[in-house]
């Protein structure tokens, strides 16, 4: 009897794996569908809200952030840089698909040595990461999470108690 239930759970496995299939033919190649601008539904969804401002500091290899609050859209971005090394700012998975700074020639912000550049960036509510995309920058601690608030209200509280972005705590290397 045990034989039986064991064969049939084999036979029931085999049917169900039978049915998987790969990518099909041509799929990986597919040109993406494009939506025209103006078009019901092809709207780029964005945050909404009055935005904010922050200045960050970065050098070899950290980032600080200096001043500020980050409220819901668009950004403001100040990037000091206080060494003498080009770094730059992205924050991963914007909103709107930019990013500040870069090194592959599409840059909003990004600063060579002692100079200071200002971009923005369109961002939801949440806590986001903000790495030097520079080679080997973020692997050597160029990474830092900033809060971007939902209203002004919360931010206005994370203010009061003393919880936003600016100085945390955080040991930073010589520059």
């Given at each position: 009897?045990?034989?039986?239930?064991l064969?049939?759970?084999?036979?029931?496995?085999?049917a169900l794996?039978?049915?998987?299939?790969?990518?099909?033919?041509?799929?990986a190649?597919?040109?993406?569908?494009?939506?025209?601008?103006?078009?019901?539904?092809?709207?780029?969804i964005l945050p909404i809200?009055?935005?904010?401002?922050?200045?960050?500091?970065?050098?070899?290899?950290?980032?600080n952030?200096?001043?500020?609050?980050?409220?819901t859209?668009?950004?403001?971005?100040?990037?000091?840089?206080i060494?003498?090394?080009y770094?730059?700012?992205?924050?991963l998975?914007a909103?709107d698909?930019?990013?500040?700074?870069?090194?592959d020639?599409e840059a909003?912000?990004?600063?060579?040595?002692f100079e200071?550049?200002?971009?923005?960036?369109?961002?939801?509510?949440?806590?986001?990461?903000?790495?030097?995309?520079?080679?080997g920058?973020?692997?050597?601690?160029?990474e830092l999470?900033?809060?971007?608030y939902?209203?002004?209200?919360?931010?206005e509280?994370a203010?009061e108690?003393?919880?936003?972005?600016?100085?945390?705590?955080r040991?930073m290397?010589n520059?």
């Amino acid at each position: 009897m045990r034989r039986l239930t064991l064969g049939t759970a084999a036979l029931a496995a085999a049917a169900l794996l039978a049915g998987c299939t790969g990518v099909p033919d041509g799929a990986a190649e597919a040109q993406a569908l494009v939506c025209p601008p103006g078009e019901p539904g092809c709207d780029e969804i964005l945050p909404i809200g009055p935005g904010g401002a922050v200045e960050v500091e970065m050098g070899n290899f950290f980032f600080n952030v200096t001043d500020g609050i980050a409220i819901t859209g668009e950004i403001e971005v100040t990037a000091v840089n206080i060494s003498d090394a080009y770094h730059n700012i992205e924050f991963l998975g914007a909103a709107d698909g930019t990013y500040l700074g870069g090194s592959d020639g599409e840059a909003v912000v990004g600063a060579d040595g002692f100079e200071t550049d200002v971009g923005q960036v369109a961002l939801f509510p949440g806590e986001w990461l903000m790495i030097c995309n520079v080679p080997g920058h973020r692997a050597a601690g160029m990474e830092l999470p900033i809060t971007v608030y939902a209203t002004e209200e919360e931010a206005e509280l994370a203010i009061e108690a003393g919880e936003t972005d600016v100085d945390r705590d955080r040991e930073m290397p010589n520059t």
